[in-house]
């Protein structure tokens, strides 16, 4: 009786003892979690707060590609743009492309030199006025032989004269004359063959003969008869002629040339001077930086022409000018029908027109 007495007594003791533990338990978490609660709040504030930047940067880049394709579907960029591109800066590499630099010495003194779009055979010239002869440039229209020999005057150090002849030129442009009050007036001619410089007499093969024949002294000799007397020539003077035929006469493109005297083209060095198809693109890609493209077409068709037209020998001139000024039209705006008709076919007969392949 005793015995389960004090069982009963025991086993209260222990559930009163359990209730307590429980409830201490309890309170224990509770004040646990309520000091752990500022930082846990903390802690999922920051979590959520790197959600949203997390977000925040996805959008921004989403955005960006976003607008940057846009951009680009707006310039509409292409294939050909890119490759027309390409090609711009092509012709702006070969236009600042330059023949190789000619250094020139005349008679054992300091080397000068000559850079930029100079005729591949501007060294021969030199060579010629740097012995001392004086030279006949010959070569079809537009070759560049008047501004070879301003090119060798600057290399040479000299001072440019320039001269056109014609059949009607009289002597007085060469040589000058006496007015009435015995006054004489000089010309270019005068001036370099006294002081010194080199002379250039363009189109001498469109000269009156007989005009031309009064030079032989003036380059036989080193003096010469003028209105007011003899002059001593200078020591540097030269003289550089251009034509388009070599003085025997019109040929079928040239017709109204002159037959020049012998004994004066005796007197000079005659130099040949084709088409220089490098400084032809050289130029006409120069004249034309935004439309290298149709530069290029023009060239090709202009070179097409004159090719047809040696070997048909037909009368008509497709010059290095054609192609230059159809690229200085094309860079202004000029459509590629208008150049071709203005710079290239201008003139051209039915005939000639259907022997170069071309449309009425």
Sequence with gaps: MIRRRVELEVSRAVEVSEQRLRRFC?????????????????????????????????????????????????????????RAAVRREVARLVTETRPAVIDVRVDGGPPSQ?????HALLPDLLLALGAGCHVFLVGPAGTGKSTMAQQAAGALGLDFFALSVGPTTPTSKIFGYLDAGGSYHDTPFRRAY????????????????????????????????????????????LLVTTGNTYGTGGDRQYVGRQALDAAMLDRLVTIEVPVDEALETRLALAHAPSRPEQAERVLAEVRRLRGLAEEKRLPVIFSPRASINAAR???????????????????????HRAALGLTP
């Design 329 to 351: 039209l094309l860079e202004s705006g000029a459509s590629m029908a208008k150049t071709m008709q203005w710079c290239v076919t201008r003139g051209l007969s039915l005939a």
């Design 26 to 82: 309890r309170e224990e978490v509770a004040q646990a979690i309520e000091s752990l609660a500022p930082a846990l709040d903390s802690a999922l504030r920051q979590i959520a707060q790197e959600e949203v930047t997390a977000l925040a940067a996805a959008e921004a880049a989403r955005t960006a590609v976003s607008g940057a394709i846009g951009a680009a579907v707006e310039r509409g960029v292409r294939k050909a743009e890119v």
């Design 194 to 237: 006294q002081d010194g410089g080199l002379m250039l007499l363009d189109e001498l093969d469109n000269g009156h003969p007989g005009l031309l024949t009064e030079l032989n002294q003036a380059l036989a000799l080193d003096l010469c008869a003028f209105p007011d007397g003899m002059v001593v020539r200078h020591r540097s003077f």
């Design 114 to 118: 000559v850079d930029g779009d100079s």
